[in-house]
C-alpha cells in the first residue's frame, strides 16, 4: 500500500548510500515480490539487487545503516572471490 513517492525516495537513498560508500558494479531492479515470510504485516516488497565492491568494514557500516531505516529488509551475500 505504500506510495510510489515514498518508494522512489527510499530506493534513491539506498542507491546514494550505496554509491557513496563503495564502488556500485551493478544495480537490478526486480520489481515487486511476495516476502519468504510476513513481517510487519507486509507480505509483499520492493526487491533490489546492487552489485558492489567493498572492504568488510564498509559493508558493517551499510549493514547498521540499513538497520536503523524501518521500510528496509535487506540481505547481504559476500563474494570474496575478487
Given amino acids: ?10 530506493q534513491s537513498d539506498i542507491i546514494n548510500l550505496f554509491k ?4 556500485v558494479e551493478r544495480i537490478w ?7 519468504d515470510y510476513k513481517t510487519k504485516k507486509y507480505s509483499e516488497g520492493i526487491f533490489l539487487k546492487i552489485e558492489i565492491i567493498a ?7 551499510i549493514k ?3 538497520r536503523q ?5 535487506f540481505s547481504i ?6
Fill in 77 to 82: 551475500i559476500m563474494n570474496n572471490e575478487r
Fill in 1 to 10: 500500500d505504500i506510495r510510489k513517492e515514498k518508494i522512489d525516495f527510499i
Fill in 20 to 23: 557513496q560508500t563503495t564502488k
Fill in 55 to 61: 572492504k568488510d568494514k564498509k559493508v558493517e557500516k
Fill in 29 to 35: 531492479y526486480l520489481g515487486k515480490r511476495q516476502l
Fill in 64 to 66: 547498521e545503516i540499513l
Fill in 69 to 73: 531505516n524501518e521500510n528496509v529488509l
